[in-house]
Nanobody
Framework: QVQLVESGGGLVQPGGSLRLSCAAS????????MSWYRQAPGKERELVAQ???????NYADSVKGRFTISRDNGKNTVYLQMNSLRPEDTAVYYC??????????WGQGTQITVSS
């Protein structure tokens, strides 16, 4: 069993920065894909960024150039550095890790509010 714990959410002014963290715990698994999703009120959950075990990244067009996904393999942790935040980035952010052989797991979600 794999458990994910997110941290780093909060309230930030437009133009500000935040860094989210998501740490995986458990044993007997290998992480092959790390992802961040977000869900704004009244909207579907959407993919924000992905990072493969090989180091390839993928970003939603809306966050390219502003958000950066990275990892610490030794800590089984994925990060999302968010810069130049906008009010439309307001959402609950979820991490997701796809592992072998255990499958995919979601974090508990953390609220990001961008407002002055």
């Amino acid at each position: 069993q794999v458990q994910l714990v997110e941290s780093g959410g909060g309230l930030v002014q437009p133009g500000g920065s935040l860094r989210l963290s998501c740490a995986a715990s458990g044993s007997g698994f290998r992480i092959v894909l790390m992802s961040w999703y977000r869900q704004a009120p009244g909207k579907e959950r959407e993919l924000v960024a992905q990072l493969t075990s090989g180091g390839s990244t993928n970003y939603a067009d809306s966050v390219k150039g502003r958000f950066t996904i990275s990892r610490d393999n030794g800590k089984n942790t994925v990060y999302l550095q968010m810069n130049s935040l906008r009010p439309e980035d307001t959402a609950v952010y979820y991490c997701k890790m796809t592992t072998l052989p255990s499958g995919s797991y979601w974090g508990q979600g953390t609220q990001i509010t961008v407002s002055s």
